[in-house]
């Protein structure tokens, strides 16, 4: 349904996965997913609540019940990866390109080929079963679903703390509980909410961050390509030129030895 590669697993990384997922294959009535640190996650339960899916997770020591998507990646690592590590492969830039690959493999590949257990092809199988076409949400709610939420209370200024933030609000909502409701990678603009009425729009009154502390961008860290160079030998050599031009105080006392002795030894065999 949906799916993406990337450098850890978190709940942004989720999100770029379940979003899509839920706007091209519709809303289901379940995710049945496992007890990660990702799927336990406050977000996840606010956007299942908002989109009306029920989140059930799987029974911890129970392996059997994740044993279909197992077996989905065993495919994935015997059919997919292994055509991007052949000598003939072209080398992938970047995630977007290999999640491009990956779309048209799952689409034109997995999806349309014929299953040996059912006998039909994964795609047909599940419209086959399903009695009616699954909800396709709208973008307001499949963006509101896929905000996140935290709550706080108003103190006596009409201000509220968000990660370091300060916004100040409706002076009306002085002491009480509000939900503040934002996109994690843009913290500039926080709706205020207070049982379920909107408030407006937050004015921001110091800035400390732009994101949430978890929606942390999709990096890794690369190690500099090799320059081709052996430092240390260069500095060995360096090294060894430079005692070339160093007084060498062990030969000028031996000359200056063998020089004082030589006419003593010539008055001698006069």
Request: net charge neutral.
């Amino acid at each position: 349904m949906g799916h993406r590669f990337g450098y850890s697993e978190d709940t942004v990384r989720l999100a770029a996965a379940l979003r899509p997922a839920l706007s091209s294959r519709g809303v289901p009535t379940s995710i049945y997913v496992d007890n990660g640190s990702a799927f336990v996650d406050s977000w996840l339960l606010r956007a299942c609540a908002s989109l009306g899916i029920k989140l059930v997770h799987s029974t911890p020591g129970r392996p059997q019940g994740r044993g279909k998507i197992e077996r989905f990646f065993r495919t994935v690592r015997e059919q997919f990866l292994v055509e991007l590590s052949t000598p003939d492969s072209p080398p992938i830039g970047d995630l977007a390109e290999i999640n491009r690959l990956f779309t048209a493999w799952v689409e034109t590949e997995y999806h349309q080929r014929i299953h040996t257990s059912t006998g039909m092809a994964p795609l047909a199988r599940w419209r086959a079963t399903l009695p009616n076409p699954l909800p396709t949400p709208s973008p307001a709610a499949l963006r509101e679903a896929f905000l996140w939420s935290a709550h706080r209370t108003v103190n006596k200024t009409a201000t509220v703390s968000l990660h370091n933030n300060i916004y100040q609000v409706d002076p009306v909502l002085c002491g009480r509980k509000v939900e503040l409701v934002f996109d994690p990678f843009d913290m500039t603009d926080v709706e205020v909410r207070h049982h379920a009425r909107s408030y407006g729009l937050a004015v921001a009154f110091r800035i400390g961050r732009h994101s949430h502390p978890k929606a942390r961008p999709e990096h890794i860290q690369i190690d500099p390509p090799p320059v081709g160079i052996d430092y240390l030998n260069l500095i060995g050599a360096v090294h060894a030129e430079t005692l070339g031009d160093r007084v060498n105080y062990a030969a000028l006392t031996t000359a200056t030895t063998h020089t004082d002795q030589t006419p003593n030894h010539i008055e001698e065999q006069r």
